[in-house]
């Protein structure tokens, strides 16, 4: 699925959730083992309990490569799960001089063919490149994230008077389109992201920390809504870990409506 693609089934859905399968074992409901088995059955699960209300599935591949061999073939068998009907992101961070990032756009468009992935712009175009050449893939930049440490970086001042996230957005944006290139802004930065929505005003943008991590649906679709809504929301520990009883399917398909019925308002 591409980035046209993906705004038409937001908008056909009325939903612009992304639901983040950062599975950790450690907190799955209770009956579950520690297993490729078990750990795949839940993703799965979780896939089907969230596929009316959900556009898109955020693998965070660092969940799967703590487990080593056993996690690189849940992540597998999880892709594989995620229907063409929905958007795929593999949220590796990846970022490395031209010839280690060819090979990552390999593992992520190929060997693990998801439709985007996400990289860390530090080391400039050439580390970037490699990603944009896929041209029927999308490739999502760390912009202005959510954690306490953007600010040692990502929001310095430059000479002019720009902040260095502002630096990052305009610069890489003209690398690519936005029919190819997706930026991460976190929630909790919804202060910047009228801003953000001045500087690259129809990019899509992937916005994490709603919800565990502070952030609303409201202050997000407010401050970021572009023409083609432009925004995909994650949304994480909310709905796969929303309980750990019997009731856990339950639980999360509700978190994802719920979810899907905020954003729904959003619409005009």
């Not at 693990?112 to 999502?140: H, N, R």
């Not at 679709?221 to 929303?242: E, M, Q």
Request: charged share 20%.
């Amino acid at each position: 699925m591409n980035i046209k693609q993906l705004a038409a089934t937001i908008y056909q859905k009325r939903s612009f959730l992304c639901v983040g399968l950062d599975t950790d074992p450690d907190k799955l409901p209770a009956g579950f083992a520690n297993t490729a088995q078990d750990i795949i059955r839940f993703n799965k699960e979780m896939i089907e309990a969230t596929l009316d209300h959900a556009v898109a599935y955020k693998i965070n591949t660092a969940f799967y490569e703590a487990m080593g061999i056993k996690g690189w073939q849940i992540m597998e068998e999880t892709l594989a799960a995620i229907p063409d009907t929905h958007f795929s992101i593999a949220d590796a961070k990846r970022g490395d001089i031209g010839n280690t990032a060819a090979q990552y756009a390999r593992t992520f468009f190929e060997t693990y063919p998801f439709d985007s992935v996400t990289v860390a712009p530090y080391m400039g175009k050439d580390s970037i490149q490699p990603f944009l050449d896929y041209t029927d893939k999308t490739t999502i930049v760390l912009g202005l994230t959510s954690n306490k440490g953007a600010d040692d970086f990502e929001r310095l001042q430059l000479t002019g008077g720009q902040q260095l996230y502002e630096k990052v957005l305009t610069t890489v944006a003209g690398w690519g389109s936005p029919d190819n290139l997706m930026f991460v802004v976190g929630a909790t930065q919804a202060a910047a992201l009228q801003n953000i929505r001045k500087l690259i005003p129809e990019h899509f943008l992937l916005v994490p920390g709603v919800g565990a991590q502070g952030g609303t649906v409201e202050e997000v679709a407010a401050a970021g809504w572009a023409p083609n809504c432009g925004l995909l929301i994650n949304v994480s520990r909310g709905v796969i870990y929303a309980s750990k009883e019997d009731d856990y399917l339950q639980a999360a398909r509700l978190a994802a409506k719920g979810y899907q019925e905020q954003m729904a308002s959003a619409f005009k």
